[in-house]
DNA sequence: CTTTATCATAAGAATTACTTATAGTAGTCA
DNA sequence: TGACTACTATAAGTAATTCTTATGATAAAG
């Protein structure tokens, strides 16, 4: 096979030839010439030792030779073609399949998506939530390909992946307008239902008020814990309490009147939402183009944010 | 695959290389450099759109991409150089299946077949005998690969086939030496067993007699048919009358003195026997080289035949 | 017989694939 | 830690291959 390797190519153009029973159409198909064709089946019966074709009035047919080697070749350059075409990068229209933790999905991306749509009719997007850090399970499902793109909070381990930051915001408490007109100091937050994501140690009520240096254990609040801060927003803005919120997720709904900023204290750290994909991905094309009009979406976003928010400092 | 087909050669090169997990012994393998391999690795990788190797210390490991490609491409290039060995002409040495017709291979072809073995011991002779003409069976055994050469009687009918003449010699009568001494006359032959083969208009004795003005029918002699030449010349060394012979089948003996010829008179016509084989055989090489040999020594036996032979024309 | 359609061939131009030399990277050993 | 070894990556130039163009050869059709 060492000497025959190169006459592979010359084993393609046979098999298309051998199609066409005919050179001239064979040269079309393969935008070269006849006299290119002609030259290298001469070349490959060469060295195969006996004629592939032999001259039928006005086309060619095969010898035996010639169709033995079409059955077995055939099939095999098949298989060759179609591995190919599973590693070959991916054109920009086609489906993308998207995770993301169900605060993003519901409060950002949904609402945006009829205009994803119609920028880009040719990309169909499916989604799923799933959680708001990147998973193990996550990570296996971008591996082999289940899913295209996830969307969560930063994460440090990016191996095999490629991040592509959303945004990054800060993460302070919001009310209805209702409860919000009420709140005069940090400490009447206490007499409303303090609702927080579970598990959570950073983005607490106890540390939120252990930043303005109060001990909110001695007035013994009410407490209510979540699975996720959709939940939470969906109950702060039928007027049931507190949560916190990331300053990008419920910038729209202040803006609508549902929510207000509960106060102008913001925990000392920022959120950052990422999306992330595989760094083998065929799909590149397609991802970034999604992505771009994210990022577009975003900073669309953040310049109207400069009329409406409050906001302040951490400290 | 039309842009890709240029770079099937690559392909082969990468499963050489992803088998080696390594350039240079890639390069030793394939006899070239292994900077040719790493300028072939990359073009392939650009045109794929990603990585097939990654670098691990002092060797090459496969990415997923390239893991994938190796599995379903060896066993399609595998295919193809399979299909291309059943194609390629056969090298001389290896064996070679003969038919013949009876009388050639006991009487001419095994007496001398020592020293075939000795000039050619790569090449392994299977002999079969069949008939003395050539048969629809001795053509589809031919055509099916089941014999690689038939050695008998010319034919005109050498469709798919090429012929190589062995021999022409002339017919006439042998008898023992016994016999051979009582014969002063064609008619005193009318005297002992007229042995010939069955069904032949020609070569018969009633034509022989005839040839020379003689009418055998009315001495009433006694006749004997047999099915070939082999089992008559066995017949008349043993002393049982005479048959014909064509010279080249029988000089050896009336060399040894087993047999003598016993008249002048040839037949008006000769006898040409000649070796058929496919003309799209894949043994060629090998075919050409036997009856190479075969006419070597039917040229030798013709200088020994100067000496010793009494023969006569036909007329 | 002329015309048309198709493959075969020769010569030259364009492109590709290789080699050589060297740079870059990682592993080994004293 | 530095020197050495093993291996791949890269640039530049050379050699080989492949293609195109023009024309010849062959067979079929009218």
Same mark, same amino acid.
């Given at each position: 096979?060492?000497?025959?390797?190169?006459?592979? *190519?010359?084993?393609?153009?046979?098999?298309?030839?051998?199609?066409?029973?005919?050179?001239?159409?064979?040269?079309?198909?393969?935008?070269?010439?006849?006299?290119?064709?002609?030259?290298?089946?001469?070349?490959?019966?060469?060295?195969?030792?006996?004629?592939?074709?032999?001259?039928?009035?006005?086309?060619?047919?095969?010898?035996?030779?010639?169709?033995?080697?079409?059955?077995?070749?055939?099939?095999?350059?098949?298989?060759?073609?179609?591995?190919?075409? &599973?590693?070959?990068? &991916?054109?920009?229209?086609?489906?993308?399949?998207?995770?993301?933790?169900?605060?993003?999905?519901?409060?950002?991306?949904? *609402?945006?998506?009829?205009?994803?749509?119609?920028?880009? *009719?040719?990309?169909?997007?499916?989604?799923?939530?799933?959680?708001?850090?990147?998973?193990?399970?996550?990570?296996?499902?971008?591996?082999?390909?289940?899913?295209?793109?996830?969307?969560?909070?930063?994460?440090?381990?990016?191996?095999?992946?490629?991040?592509?930051?959303?945004?990054?915001?800060?993460?302070? *408490?919001?009310?209805?307008?209702?409860?919000?007109?009420?709140?005069?100091?940090?400490?009447?937050?206490?007499?409303?239902?303090?609702?927080?994501?579970?598990?959570?140690?950073?983005?607490?009520?106890?540390?939120?008020?252990?930043?303005?240096?109060?001990?909110?254990?001695?007035?013994?609040?009410?407490?209510?814990?979540?699975?996720?801060?959709?939940?939470?927003?969906?109950?702060?803005?039928?007027?049931?309490?507190?949560?916190?919120?990331?300053?990008?997720?419920?910038?729209?709904?202040?803006?609508?009147?549902?929510?207000?900023?509960?106060?102008?204290?913001?925990?000392?750290?920022?959120?950052?939402?990422?999306?992330?994909?595989?760094?083998?991905?065929?799909?590149?094309?397609?991802?970034?183009?999604?992505?771009?009009?994210?990022?577009?979406?975003?900073?669309?976003?953040?310049?109207?944010?400069?009329?409406?928010?409050?906001?302040?400092?951490?400290?």
């Amino acid at each position: 096979m060492i000497k025959t390797a190169r006459y592979l *190519p010359y084993i393609h153009t046979f098999l298309v030839a051998a199609q066409c029973k005919s050179y001239t159409q064979a040269a079309e198909k393969l935008c070269i010439t006849q006299a290119a064709i002609s030259q290298q089946m001469r070349t490959l019966e060469t060295h195969l030792g006996q004629p592939l074709f032999y001259r039928q009035g006005r086309s060619m047919a095969l010898t035996q030779a010639g169709e033995l080697l079409a059955s077995q070749c055939q099939p095999a350059i098949e298989q060759i073609s179609s591995a190919i075409a &599973q590693l070959q990068p &991916q054109p920009i229209a086609g489906e993308l399949r998207v995770s993301s933790s169900p605060s993003f999905a519901s409060r950002w991306l949904m *609402p945006r998506m009829w205009r994803f749509s119609l920028a880009h *009719p040719d990309i169909s997007i499916q989604l799923h939530t799933s959680s708001r850090r990147m998973s193990s399970e996550s990570r296996s499902q971008l591996g082999s390909g289940e899913i295209d793109v996830e969307i969560c909070l930063a994460t440090d381990d990016t191996r095999n992946l490629i991040e592509h930051n959303l945004f990054t915001g800060p993460v302070y *408490p919001v009310a209805s307008p209702f409860i919000g007109k009420q709140i005069t100091s940090p400490e009447t937050l206490l007499n409303y239902w303090l609702i927080e994501r579970e598990n959570e140690r950073h983005f607490s009520w106890e540390n939120w008020f252990k930043q303005l240096g109060i001990d909110m254990c001695l007035a013994n609040p009410s407490q209510l814990q979540v699975i996720s801060l959709d939940n939470a927003l969906s109950a702060v803005c039928a007027g049931h309490g507190v949560c916190f919120g990331v300053h990008q997720l419920v910038q729209d709904l202040i803006a609508k009147g549902d929510l207000v900023q509960a106060h102008t204290h913001c925990f000392d750290q920022q959120l950052t939402f990422a999306a992330y994909y595989l760094s083998q991905t065929r799909k590149q094309a397609r991802i970034q183009c999604f992505l771009d009009w994210i990022s577009h979406e975003v900073s669309v976003q953040a310049g109207q944010a400069d009329d409406q928010t409050i906001l302040s400092s951490s400290v």
